[in-house]
Nanobody
């Protein structure tokens, strides 16, 4: 069983910064793509930033130039550095990791429990 645990959320003023961390543990199969999503109440969970095993990244248009995703494979950890935060960034952020399920090796996504980010003056 794989588990993801996020941390680093909290309350910041507009223009401030936060760094989210996500640590993966358990029976991890290989080095996998990971990402950060966010989801407002009653809304679809959408990608904020993703990073594959080779370090290639992708970002939602709404966060390009402000957020940076990175990973430390040795620590099974992915980070999201969030700068120039805006009130619209106020939402729960979820870490994800692509995984496979033995014995068929079907693919699925593991989700963390979420961490709240609040940007308010």
């Amino acid at each position: 069983q794989v588990q993801l645990v996020e941390s680093g959320g909290g309350l910041v003023q507009p223009g401030g910064s936060l760094r989210l961390s996500c640590v993966a543990s358990g029976s991890i199969f290989g080095i996998n793509a990971m990402g950060w999503y966010r989801q407002a109440p009653g809304k679809k969970r959408e990608l904020v930033a993703g990073i594959n095993s080779g370090g290639s990244t992708d970002y939602a248009d709404s966060v390009k130039g402000r957020f940076t995703i990175s990973r430390d494979n040795a620590k099974n950890t992915v980070y999201l550095q969030m700068n120039s935060l805006k009130p619209e960034d106020t939402v729960v952020y979820y870490c994800s990791m692509d995984q496979v399920r033995p014995p068929t090796f079907s693919t699925y996504t593991v989700w963390g429990q979420g961490t709240q980010v609040t940007v308010s003056s």
